[in-house]
């Protein structure tokens, strides 16, 4: 078979669904959840489903790391083996350090051409980059034009999210300005979002409910008079909560592009259960 072009390589933080993985051949490097002594292969070891379930049983607090940088080379050259080059788009550099690993991985990959792009997101927000990419790099872009590509979209694209708890960001270390708020984190629902790949506080809301429509609130009026939306919705065990921001998504903005999916396990165990939110950027 010929090699394509240029492969879209991004890991378990992106958070996209299988179907959307296969329709844009995206390559998943999975994150690494380590709990209760075992080290597991993000939906792979242990899926969604299994992770929520056991998360309110478990005495441990599930912790997370990224693959090793010889872990990167090694995914790296199996993405080589079809592809002419690579452009690889991961979780923002200052929620983890698997930027950091993936150059030192791809230093390891010689002359071959690839690309590594630092999203300054998660969630969805990554995901939707990758989709991006692997859509231009489909039109017969070379992999420097992609990357350029993803890295205009990169300032543009925003995730807000909402919590039960502050518990989880806290106890993990990645919860940045957010930080000012675990004082009171039992009586509000924070509205987060990811500031230039940081996680920052929006507002504080009394309950879920509220801070879900202050969310949105902050949302239609962001894309007020813009066209073309591409958004996705996430959530953490919180069907019901996602249902209702897709449906309010869908009648105030009807974007072109609309993903949902759950969190994995590797970002709900940073998160905890209950959490919902969304990311989306618009076209130029």
């Known amino acids: 078979m010929p090699k394509v072009k240029v492969a879209i390589v991004t890991d378990s933080v992106a958070n ?28 792979i ?17 599930p912790k997370t790391s990224q693959p090793a940088p010889g872990q990167f080379t090694e995914h790296f050259q199996k993405v080589a083996e079809g592809a002419e080059s690579i452009v690889a788009i991961f979780v923002s550099e ?5 930027l950091q690993s993936a150059h030192l991985g791809a230093e390891a990959m010689g002359n071959y051409p690839i690309e590594i792009v630092d999203s300054r997101s998660a969630s969805l927000g990554l995901g939707l980059l990758a989709v991006a990419a692997a859509r231009y790099a489909a039109e017969g872009h070379d992999y420097r034009e992609v990357a350029e590509y993803v ?15 502050l518990e989880y960001l806290h106890k993990g270390g990645r919860i940045g300005g ?14 987060l979002h990811l500031e230039d790949g ?11 409910a509220k801070a879900i429509q202050h969310m949105l609130d902050v949302v ?8 073309r939306v591409h958004a996705g919705v996430i959530h953490a065990n919180a069907p019901e909560d996602a249902e209702r921001i897709v449906r309010y998504v869908r009648e105030a903005v ?8 759950q969190l994995t396990p590797v970002i709900g165990a940073n998160v905890g259960p209950g959490v919902v939110g969304m990311g989306y950027y618009t076209e130029v």
């Not at 070891?45 to 998360?55: A, G, P, S």
């Not at 200052?94 to 698997?98: A, K, R, Y």
């Not at 957010?178 to 509205?191: E, H, T």
């Open 151 to 165: 890295r205009t979209l990169v300032p543009r694209m925003r995730v807000l999210f909402v919590v039960d708890t």
């Open 45 to 61: 070891d242990i899926t969604t489903q299994e992770f929520y379930e056991r998360l309110p049983h478990s005495k441990d607090l």
């Open 254 to 261: 009807n974007p072109v592009e609309l993903l949902v999916s």
């Open 94 to 98: 200052f929620l983890s350090g698997t």
């Open 198 to 208: 940081r996680i920052e506080p929006l507002a504080s809301i009394r309950t879920k």
């Open 16 to 43: 996209l669904a299988p179907e959307v993985i296969a329709e844009h051949n995206i390559y998943v490097i999975p994150q690494i959840l380590n709990w209760e002594g075992k080290s597991l292969l993000d939906q």
């Open 178 to 191: 957010a930080q000012r708020l675990v004082g009171s984190m039992l009586s509000i629902k924070p509205v």
């Open 220 to 227: 239609v009026s962001e894309m007020k008079g813009t066209s």
